[in-house]
């Protein structure tokens, strides 16, 4: 019941919950407590909903956007609290005196202050906003970019303005409790003071040299800076928020090129979420700004998704486009038709190559290149030493997708069966449940199926704690998370050397990583990763979420994982471990793997979880691995060969690329020459020469 309601009501969490409830009951509360009148009842009641409302917006309850949304918004929860308090006063027989009139007074003005403090909020959040946002990119010694005002004036300036009534409101109840009028006018005074205050605090930020450049200085300094940097090797990505992974997972092979690499952005939240890189970053919300960029000296493009703001980068002719995808799966858009338009694919393996082949949608064989997965270095090869732990299953599975296929994911129909059925293995094995950024943001059924599954495993893991069988070592536990601690502390400090809080003109202005810092926190991240699997238990059951630990390590964690069509699958078979794919669309496991290159090597589950022991099996002893022959033979056709290394082979296809590019372009010159030559023969053949007064031939003007 209640967790129907969290739901419906668009909450976090029951603390949450109650707190709506409270907030929704304590306006009827403060009218009936105007009409009756009772002061103390109005002051318990607008308590509420002060603390109430403040605890909803720190969550940043989703309700909260919702109310907007049916003109219930803050103002105007603040504007009916104002207007019931001047109800009470009136109740009380207090509206022929003074006070009653300075509150009404007070509040007219407050409500007008209101004006000009969001006008100036925007102004200067608009005119500190760049065209154009970057990392890595010398902007301080070209451009003159101040400050921003203290982050204090302009975060939740609304709200901050708006609580500014809270002395008038206090005031004025102390007064209708005690009859004592100064405190009704000091509570006035001190919120007109204070509301005037914000005004003129935020008011000097919009002079001239308190801002940053006008836009077209600062696009004419960035185009400054392309000309001396010369990018060759660019990585374009256009994505929602959720979707910076996509463009995150290459940034560590943009940093490994022989050429000098750069990434494009065209969305300022991808930027926002995008891992720290060495790597100079350009984020060009503008169309028609990236049109207008010089990026005449890059010859290789590189896409990581196929999206409609790519056409703003494929219109320029000088430069090889190429899509490289963020994956590589059986899935349809592996074989999107729109491939069409790059001038090659690059796939890991042959089965990429084959897989176009098969879908026939349009993708000529010469334009695929297989260049191996360069992501992949960082997973383990084999099970490693596990003697001395229980063994761990991961269960990674995909999201829900764009549609309803029911083969999309198998979290819907069988992720409750799988997860049961590992949790109540004996002997036992320990879970990790790591699922896709994406579960739930499409589908209520696959977000609460989430929802089900993280409650089944938190529950297992608090009965296997219990369970006298299990023990573990408190102290070594406590060392480890007080490692983490600190070493989560180092990396905050090490991961930026810049203020990825403050606005963008000065993270624009000071977002130059440190290279030796870099570096740091790299090796310190190896360690918090070490230090996270040591602070607890190795039987205790686990759900991964959020950024860290990342997938591969929890690859490297597991001794087999359980998953979907997707290319979670393909990226774990680099590790050589068993795998289990989920039929979810019950094809059956013949015709599963015919249409699935990925599982030929995989146990085939059911919906029921049915094939799950095949798969336990193989994990406790390496002789019952039937399928491990399959795996190496799989991984070649699906990754490629293991030399040479995936990043030389990517490497000389960008090389390989890039002088198709200058010799393209060099042609294209020549043929103008000769075209503007051509012209310049007949002009002077002509009598009275160019813009002589004799006519051109008929065949020269017609033709």
């Known amino acids: 019941m209640i967790s129907t309601a969290i739901r419906v009501a668009r909450v976090g969490s029951a603390a949450e919950l109650a707190a709506a409830v409270l907030m929704m009951l304590g306006y009827p509360c403060l009218m009936l407590a105007a009409l009756v009148p009772s002061t103390p009842a109005f002051a318990a009641a607008a308590a509420v909903t002060y603390l109430t409302d403040l605890y909803l917006h720190r969550k940043g309850t989703y309700l909260i956007n919702l109310l907007n949304k049916v003109r219930a918004g803050l103002s105007t929860r603040f504007l009916v609290r104002e207007l019931l308090l001047i109800l009470l006063l009136a109740r009380l027989e207090l509206a022929e005196e003074p006070v009653f009139y300075a509150a009404i007074a007070c509040f007219t003005v407050f409500f007008g202050l209101q004006a000009p403090h969001g006008a100036l909020v925007t102004l200067i959040g608009k005119r500190r906003q760049l065209p154009v946002v970057t990392r890595n990119v010398d902007l301080a010694s070209r451009l003159t970019i101040p400050e921003a005002p203290p982050r204090r004036l302009l975060t939740k300036a609304g709200q ?21 009028a100064a405190a009704g006018y000091a509570g006035v005074a001190a919120t007109l003071a204070l509301g005037t205050l914000y005004v003129a605090l935020l008011a000097p930020y919009l002079r001239a040299r308190r801002l940053p450049p006008r836009p077209d200085k600062v696009l004419e300094t960035v185009s400054a800076w392309l000309r001396e940097y010369r990018p060759e090797t660019v990585l374009y990505f256009s994505g929602s928020k959720d979707s910076a992974y996509q463009v995150n997972m290459w940034l560590e092979t943009m940093e490994q090129l022989d050429s000098r690499p750069m990434v494009i952005l065209r969305e300022r939240s991808v930027l926002e979420r995008m891992a720290p890189t060495t790597v100079p970053v350009v984020c060009v919300p503008g169309g028609v700004h990236l049109m207008n960029m010089d990026l005449s000296m890059v010859r290789v493009t590189l896409y990581a998704a196929n999206v409609g703001k790519n056409i703003h980068m494929l219109r320029v002719p000088t430069m090889k486009h190429v899509f490289i995808g963020h994956g590589d799966s059986d899935k349809l858009a592996s074989v999107n038709p729109f491939s069409k338009v790059y001038d090659e694919v690059w796939t890991a393996g042959r089965a990429g190559r084959d897989r176009y082949a098969i879908a026939d949608v349009g993708i000529r064989d010469e334009d695929i290149v297989e260049v191996g997965r360069p992501q992949l270095a960082p997973i383990e090869k084999g099970a490693g030493d596990r003697k001395d732990r229980m063994p761990t299953v991961l269960y990674a599975p995909t999201w829900e997708g764009w549609d309803d296929n029911p083969g999309n994911t198998s979290i819907l129909l069988a992720g409750e069966n799988i997860v049961k059925k590992l949790v109540a293995a004996d002997p036992p094995v320990r879970v990790l449940y790591k699922p896709h950024p994406f579960t739930g943001t499409r589908s209520a059924q696959a977000a609460a199926a989430h929802r089900r599954i993280t409650a089944l495993i938190k529950k297992a893991a608090e009965q296997r704690a219990a369970d006298a069988r299990f023990t573990a070592d408190p102290a070594a536990q406590a060392e480890a998370k007080a490692g983490l601690t600190r070493l989560k502390a180092r990396l905050d400090s090490l991961s930026l050397s810049f203020d990825d809080k403050a606005d963008e003109a000065v993270t624009s202005r000071d977002g130059i990583v440190d290279l030796r810092k870099h570096q740091e926190a790299a090796r310190l991240r190896t360690e918090w990763n070490d230090a996270y699997w040591r602070s607890f238990p190795d039987f205790e059951h686990r759900v991964v979420t959020g950024a860290e630990p990342r997938l591969y390590d929890c690859f490297n964690a597991a001794e087999a994982m359980v998953s979907d069509i997707s290319s979670v699958v393909s990226d774990f078979i680099e590790s050589g471990k068993p795998y289990a794919v989920t039929d979810s669309a019950e094809l059956g496991a013949e015709e599963f793997r015919r249409q699935n290159t990925a599982v030929r090597a995989a146990v085939i589950l059911t919906n029921g979880a049915d094939g799950l022991d095949q798969l336990l099996e ?20 699906l990754l490629g060969p293991d030399e040479p290394t995936s990043l030389e082979q990517f490497n000389t296809a960008v090389a390989n690329l890039a002088l198709q590019a200058e010799a393209r372009n060099v042609g294209q010159e020549s043929h103008t020459a000769a075209a503007e030559d051509a012209v310049g023969g007949v002009a002077e053949a002509v009598p009275g020469g160019v813009g002589g007064e004799a006519e051109l031939p008929k065949e020269i003007t017609t033709g």
């Open 160 to 180: 901050k303005m708006l609580h500014l009534d809270l002395a008038a409101v206090v005031g004025l109840v102390v007064y209708a409790f005690t009859d004592a």
């Open 618 to 637: 193989a994990v406790r002893d390496p002789a019952a691995d039937t399928l491990a022959a399959d795996r190496a033979e799989l991984k070649e056709y």
